[in-house]
């Protein structure tokens, strides 16, 4: 593992051949991108930088990481992240259950020395997913997902990692990358991240798609609808996003919308159906009462 | 990209950060490194993913966006194809007269219209008509080449004029009867179609007509720009149209959109405040290691200092009582400086607060009743009891009421902001009311959302109140408030 060579960015195997490629590429996958989100793809694995992803829930952040790995052929890794998280969760742990049996398994024969070379090689550490990306040798996407949950501290080690591609080990040495993957790092904003970190990363918003968009991931998600159904279900969604609620609907809800509207066999949406089925899109009670009245289905 | 090309390029980049620095985006030697590398890799034809990548190398926050994009399209809009109409084979000015013959051979073919004019021979009217037409079938091509044409006939743009932008759209959309348009539109489907439509089908109808109409408007603007730009060059233009972040848009003299971008920066921006003022506490928690507490407990362990003793961490927390002007100009300051405060209300044993214009009324049950502020600030400006006489401020009556009736309830740990422009219609002071709670309270703090420049000027009488205060502080905008907030928790 240790004395591999690191490699800069622009000795790499660049991935994608243009935007276009990205773009259409993506849609081959059913994963509908818009000019920001292709273009940011394609450019991160230009310049080998990684991708801060932020925006609302259910816009497709985590999907796109997820597609542009199968784009790639390559494997994903996905470090999800929690408040808590650590270094031994993140990177790398020993291994003490399986170091102690060999301790006592050992007791009396070896010297000290070797057996602390021993317990302290590859086979007594658990690889966690940051140095799983790093060392790997096939291909991988690195997720680090909902980075916004950790704490300072493993912030700052995740921005160590991102920019030196190397991790020292104090029993092993430096362990430096055989690769730089491509990196998304996930975020819904609920706390500032470090400037330190937005720096290192190219930053891409992604919202809540336009009308057209969302008639496309309909149609490409959800099996044998038809063209009207799907664009009336996109703009009956860009209508309730208009209104002035707690929670606007993600792509997720629209798509369960649009599966349960298949599930009941209906054709098209009349203000009836829309009122029935509105809490698949909207979570909070005042916001279904809210967009109930101002379809003005609720006489 | 050729040698020169590309330096071409880099020296528009080059201005085009120094501007967006200027408008107070903090751009970093990285980023800028970043940018200039980007620029290699994606072609300016690629105008969307262009302008994205450039973003995603310059700002790394949402709320930048407006600004970013205003005057990348000041810079960039010169460039590319997009200049020339025929991007992605869409109609040129050729074939835009041929569609306009053949629409009225199709459709209007024996009204008697001759049918042979060219764009540049037509009312308008019957540009106006065109347009409903493309409006209508959502023709983009059409929409696009109606723009540079109905900006090239209405807006009456002559090099050199130091005129803004706004005045050559408003003379464009006046021209084309824009503000009639919608109605216009939903009547003609109304027609045309055969069965009565729902208000669901209505309610879709005329947001997808709004929408194309603003496309059609935002076409019109950008057509207007490439003028200017044109003409007096980008970083002229730059500056005029620039577009203030939103924590720096004035709370007085906000536009609507820009008070709509201020409340969408105010959710975030509220979260990551009372988180990080949590984090604070949570690492405040401790207060110094008290030595003596510890070697006394450390007896129970036979001497060892097992167990540490920290000394009393921070002080309580304060309690809180907020007074606020919302007459007509500080209404929005002091519509903010709520939402603020009670978004992070977990900081404070207790919020109470009282709006007043020349009336004073308590509100903290409108808070307390729900859990959304905006519901809450709704009924602040609905409901409360804020007009005495005339239904302008006064301070003094004000102060005076509030003290009368809550004063018994200001004591020392009690935190009392007071917030308004202090203009006082030349009403009496009362300034000893301050001065009184200034004596109990533990402190007393005075916003103001004007600039510093204007206070005690005319009938502002900031400063009578201020000097029993422990600080008047300007508030001008978010970033202000914010940093007042963030030190009072
Ligand atoms: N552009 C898109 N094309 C195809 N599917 C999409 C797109 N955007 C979202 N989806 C679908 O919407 C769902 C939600 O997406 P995803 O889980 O990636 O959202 P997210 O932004 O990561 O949300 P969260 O912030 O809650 O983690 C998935 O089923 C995904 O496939
Ligand atoms: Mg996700």
Redesign the interface.
Known sequence: MAGSVGLMASEQVQRFES??MVRDGLRDLDYLA???I???A??AD??G?P??V?GPAGTGKTQLAKSIAELTGARLVRLQCYEGLDESKALFEWNYKKQLLRIQADRGSDSWTELHDDIFSDEFLLTRPLLEAITADDPVVLLIDEVDRVE?ETEALLLEILSDYQVSIPELGTIEAKQIPLVFLTSN????LSEAL????????VDYPS?EREREIVLAKVPDITENLAD?IA??V??IR?M?L?KAPSVSETLDWARTLMLLNIET???EI?KETLHILLKYQ?DIAKAAKE???DE | MSATEQRGMLDLLGGFVGQLREAGLPVSLTENLDAMEAVRHIPIEDREAFKYALAASLIKNQAHWRTFETIFEVYFSLRGPEYALDRDGEATEGDLDELWREMQDASQSGDGRGGAGSLDALTPEEIAHLLMQSLMQGDQALMRALARQAVQRFAGMEPGRPVGGTYYLYRTLRNLDLDGMLDKMMEAAAQQSVAPSTTLEQRLEREEFEHRIAEFKAEVEAEIRRRLVADRGAEAMAKTLRKPLPEDVEFMHASRDEMQSLRKALQPLTRKLAARLARKRKHQRRGPLDFRSTVRHSLSYGGVPAEPKFKFPRPAKPELMVVADISGSVAAFARFTLMLVYAISGQFSKVRSFVFIDGIDEVTDYFKSTEDITEAIHRVNTEADVVWVDGHSDYGHAFEVFWERYGKDVGPKTTVLLLGDARNNYHASQAWVVKEMAGVARHVYWLNPEPRSYWNTGDSIVGEYGRHTDGVYECRNLRQLESFVEKLA
Not at chain 1, 189 to 192: D, F, L, S, V
Not at chain 1, 198 to 205: A, P, T
């Open positions: 935007v276009q818009d000019d920001g292709a273009g940011v394609y450019l230009r310049l930088k991708v801060l932020e300072v904003n609920t706390r500032e937005k720096r290192r990363c190219l930053y891409l918003h009308m009336q703009r009956v860009r209508s208009s002035d707690k949406i009349d203000e829309a005042t379809l003005s289905v």
